[in-house]
């Protein structure tokens, strides 16, 4: 996913989303764009047990790997 977005694009989410924001408000959630593409990223990747280790109580050795 790319760090940049263009503003047709940035326009599109926003109203798609419902927001109306004013144009400080746009500036600043565009600065940010890039970490929320990133972490948006990694929530969608599949994850193994260990990613809540607080559910699982019996590990084998190939989880601790």
């Known amino acids: 996913m790319t760090a940049e977005i263009d503003d047709g694009a940035f326009e599109f989410l926003l109203a798609r ?3 109306k924001l004013n144009d400080e408000q746009k500036a600043e959630l565009k600065s940010v764009y890039a970490g929320i593409a990133e972490m948006a990223e990694r929530v969608r990747k ?3 047990y260990m990613a809540e280790p607080a559910l699982i109580y019996d590990f084998s050795a190939e989880d601790l790997s």
Do not use: S
């Open 46 to 48: 599949p994850r193994g």
């Open 17 to 19: 989303a419902g927001l």
